[in-house]
């Protein structure tokens, strides 16, 4: 039976808690047998404790580990809370509203054209506030779930540097 590890493709199914202010665990997100998480270890862009915390397990395996803002998404950032003009919202003269809503989630692009999300934090007479904080940031994040499935990645695959396929990218 194949364990996780480098260049494996996992499948895995998990509830994930954060640690509210009254150090209450609340459910945010679940990976269930129908839609379960899928990645290529090593190359998937997940925090390193993470991965950390399932190298080596085997399918039927289960887990549970908890990750702190340092070994996940770091703290909470007051100066990733920006005010961006609200004219750069404007599409052909006019402002999408369904769009510019508090509480979603935007694709933006800095100066050097990186790409990053955003939340829309309020929406002023001239500003709109956004927060480029990661949804998570500052969170003790509670992991428990069940390994699922372990396979070698195929040459595609590690070529690409993600999972294709099922619960992978398509193309």
Do not use: C, W
């Not at 129908?34 to 950390?52: R, T």
């Not at 003009?85 to 006019?94: A, H, M, Y």
């Amino acid at each position: 039976m194949a364990a996780i590890s480098e260049n494996k493709v996992v499948t895995i199914t998990y509830d994930l808690s954060v640690t509210d202010e009254n150090q209450e665990k609340v459910l945010v997100e679940s990976a269930e047998a129908d839609a379960p998480m899928v990645f290529l270890f090593g190359h998937s862009g997940l925090p390193e404790e993470f991965e950390a915390q399932l190298n080596g397990k085997a399918a039927g395996d289960d887990f549970q580990f908890s990750l702190t803002p340092d070994q996940a998404y770091g703290d909470y950032d007051e100066q990733a809370l920006v005010e961006i003009p609200k004219e750069v919202f404007l599409i052909d003269g006019k402002l999408d509203d369904e769009m510019l809503q508090e509480g979603n989630f935007l694709p933006m692009a800095d100066n050097e054209g990186n790409h990053m999300q955003a939340k829309v934090v309020s929406i002023g007479d001239s500003v709109v506030k956004m927060d480029f904080n990661h949804p998570l940031a500052g969170m003790v994040m509670h992991f428990a779930g069940k390994v699922q499935d372990v396979r070698d990645a195929s040459a595609e695959e590690l070529a690409h540097g993600h999972v294709h396929g099922a619960g992978g990218h398509q193309h």
